[in-house]
């Protein structure tokens, strides 16, 4: 049985130098299920009691145990679950045992879940859970502790959050209302107006509305004028009451004489926004009454006094409604050929060129401007008297270099009288000839311009 034993052992240790692709054998604490180290159960008396084997290549052959071969039980032992098997970049973490516990946080008793001790707020340079400073300083706040200070408790303690909404300055609020009434004077809506006005002031400033409104209307055309009293009266009792409507016109009497280096005739327009202010019922007639109060000057009291005459007049309070006329187009035509023949008149008795140009102005209606024209020659024509013919001559040059009255107009003005001229001639049989004179004035006086002159010509020989 030794030597069959020993034969097996033999050519498995030829098998395994043929298989294993080493020069290594089998021997004692080569490492092995099976094998006999130092350590092993059969590495004492055991390995005595077994077959020998044979010497090959110079190594010791493995022994044959005795007794059964049983598996080693090994022990569990506990590791940090942050150490990987690998370090940094890939090579394998040698960090000895002992040093790979020395900054951990879990804790080394074997008990518990392995959670970090103390939550996670103990351990060097570390000062506490997040949030557990507030519980320090209400732990801090003793008012038995001689340190208490109760300002600062106070302070930090009674604290009253309000929304505070910021409020705009005058000059703010000045600049926006002077784009709310030219954006009104485009579209003629007061409720738009209306709306703007309860987003944009605020109590306090109110009286800014008749100021604001006011004085931009001082410097446009009478129908601007009418459509400011108009948005007033609407505005009156919505967005403003009868005590800020007062208030605008103290600051507007106040600042009068500001307001006159723009608009020389301020106090007379003032005059007339007051008194239709008192017919609208906006303001109490005492208010216009009191032309002689001493915190204003001169200005303030004429503009008063203008108040006062306009409602002392008979009737009125009825006629306040057309205190700035019905402006543009919006009139009929015959009445705006009548106001033309009134202020023809009127220069021709006062021969106030000023005054002409501001009452044609006051008309607003440059596409209409060659019916003036054409009453002016007619006007001319009739009166046969070279007076007449030097005044209207003036007014038409006086016309053309102010661009009041477009060359166009002029054009067409004449050509209306040429037209005409078939049933002009039957009440003036000398109309051809007293034009003829007329036009070469107004050509020397530079009245009218040679195309002009030469359109008018050839238009004559048509008619004749």
Not at 143 to 172: C, G, M, R, W
Request: proline share 6%.
């Amino acid at each position: 049985m030794e030597l069959d034993s020993a034969a097996v052992l033999e050519n498995g240790g030829k098998q395994l130098l043929n298989g294993g692709g080493g020069p290594e054998l089998l021997s004692n604490g080569a490492g092995g299920e099976g094998s006999s180290g130092p350590g092993s159960p059969a590495s004492g008396g055991e390995a005595a009691a077994g077959q020998e084997g044979t010497a090959v290549g110079g190594g010791e052959l493995m022994k044959k145990p005795a007794g059964p071969l049983t598996k080693r039980v090994r022990k569990l032992s506990r590791s940090n679950s942050k150490d990987g098997v690998l370090g940094v970049a890939g090579t394998p973490n040698f960090v000895a045992p002992h040093r790979k516990w020395k900054n951990s946080r879990r804790s080394r008793n074997g008990y518990g879940r392995g959670l970090p001790k103390k939550g996670g707020a103990g351990g060097k340079g570390v000062w506490g859970k997040p949030g557990s400073e507030e519980v320090y300083d209400e732990l801090d706040e003793d008012p038995n502790d001689p340190n208490f200070d109760i300002d600062a408790y106070n302070s930090s303690h009674n604290v009253e959050l309000k929304e505070i909404v910021p409020q705009p300055t005058e000059a703010e609020v000045a600049k926006k209302l002077e784009t709310i009434i030219l954006e009104y004077f485009e579209h003629g809506d007061t409720r738009e107006v209306a709306d703007a006005l309860d987003e944009l002031l605020p109590p306090g400033l109110k009286p800014l509305v008749t100021k604001t409104f006011v004085s931009v209307a001082l410097e446009h055309k009478q129908s601007q004028r009418e459509l400011t009293s108009v948005l007033m009266s609407d505005l009156y009792g919505r967005i403003v009451t009868r005590e800020d409507i007062c208030a605008g016109f103290d600051l507007l009497l106040a600042n009068l004489a500001d307001i006159m280096l723009d608009t020389p005739d301020a106090p007379h327009l003032l005059g007339n926004f007051i008194a239709r202010a008192v017919a609208d019922d906006c303001i109490p007639p005492k208010y216009a009454y009191q032309s002689e109060r001493e915190d204003l000057d001169r200005h303030g009291q004429a503009a008063l006094v203008r108040a006062t005459t306009l409602l002392s007049m008979h009737d009125g309070w009825g006629q306040l409604d057309n205190v700035w006329g019905v402006g543009g187009a919006l009139r009929p035509v015959q009445t705006i050929t009548q106001q033309m023949s009134y202020l023809l008149q009127e220069y021709l008795l006062s021969r106030d060129l000023s005054e002409a140009q501001r009452s044609i102005k006051e008309l607003e209606v440059p596409h209409f401007h060659h019916e003036l024209i054409y009453e002016a020659i007619i006007m001319t024509l009739e009166a046969f008297n070279e007076s007449t013919e030097m005044a209207i001559c003036e007014l038409f040059r006086t016309l053309d270099s102010t661009c009041i009255v477009t060359p166009e107009q002029m054009e067409q003005g004449f050509r209306r009288v040429y037209e005409d001229m078939t049933d002009i001639v039957l009440d003036i049989p000398l109309a051809y000839s007293i034009l003829d004179r007329f036009i070469q004035r107004c050509q020397r006086a530079g009245s009218i311009f040679p195309p002009v002159v030469a359109s008018v010509s050839s238009r004559r020989v048509t008619v004749a």
